[in-house]
């Protein structure tokens, strides 16, 4: 007789309960000045939100974040889409998509200060430029790797351009879009630390800083948590959308549901 499988989602909970047991149980032995344990940063977290400091470094963080990610995401998505469809803009402009990729962000960053200022301009840049590439990319990739049978059966049927593009490369490419906006909130937020490190020293950028600073290594680590609760759930949350708008994709891959 087979033992019950456990659910994915329980197996994540034992893990995390796991993890948070065993640091809360190290934790205090080790010097507070180096690092912190689970009760004292939920402490820390109290405090910073009874303050208002925590709400406001998070909605300072969240604006150019949003922004620039849904502007990656409407921007880098079409683009693909035409980069892996044409053979001209492909040869055009591909190896520029590629460039930016390549080149490190943050030797661009004074320059970006320097057009954009030091407020929420230049860190929505920031995320859009480190956030577009790998969207772009993983679209163009997708379009190139439709199989050409299924376009030249479309064509066979006297479909026009736009009926191909919607009814036949559309689905065969979505799984590649959903990894590349899954893999862009990673970068998103990579980008919005590196700019609020180098330019503002605001949000939980700046939280980070000015705890570290000052040697408060508790407060300093409730931003950082903060950061990586939210790129894990907007990560679940892309898959989830994945799920319900490209359903057969997990009956292909034989995953289980989220």
Not at 117 to 123: A, H
Not at 203 to 228: C, H, Q, R
């Amino acid at each position: 007789m087979n033992a019950p499988r456990l659910p994915n989602w329980a197996i994540s909970l034992i893990s995390l309960a796991v993890l948070l047991g065993a640091w809360e149980g190290f934790g205090p032995h080790i010097d507070p000045l180096f690092a912190s344990y689970p009760s004292e940063i939920a402490k820390a977290f109290w405090k910073m939100t009874e303050s208002g400091r925590l709400p406001k470094a998070l909605w300072s963080s969240m604006q150019p974040f949003v922004a620039g990610y849904l502007l990656a995401a409407l921007a880098g998505v079409p683009i693909g889409l035409l980069l892996g469809r044409s053979r001209v803009l492909e040869a055009a402009f591909g190896f520029y998509v590629i460039a930016g990729y390549s080149t490190p962000l943050i030797a661009l960053v004074p320059l970006l200060m320097i057009w954009f200022g030091l407020g929420f301009m230049v860190k929505m840049v920031i995320v859009f430029l480190l956030t577009f590439f790998p969207i772009c990319i993983n679209t163009w990739v997708g379009v190139k790797a439709v199989p050409k049978t299924l376009i030249e059966v479309g064509t066979a049927f006297c479909a026009p351009p736009g009926a191909v593009m919607r009814q036949i490369v559309l689905p065969a490419v979505l799984p590649y879009i959903m990894a590349g906006l899954r893999l862009g909130i990673g970068k998103a937020v990579i980008a919005l630390v590196i700019a609020e490190f180098l330019t503002a020293i605001s949000g939980l950028g700046g939280v980070i800083i000015s705890s570290a600073n000052s040697f408060k290594t508790a407060e300093m680590f409730v931003p950082i948590i903060i950061i990586m609760v939210m790129a894990v759930a907007l990560t679940h949350l892309v898959s989830l959308i994945e799920h319900k708008v490209a359903p057969w994709q997990n009956e292909i891959a034989g995953r289980e549901g989220v």
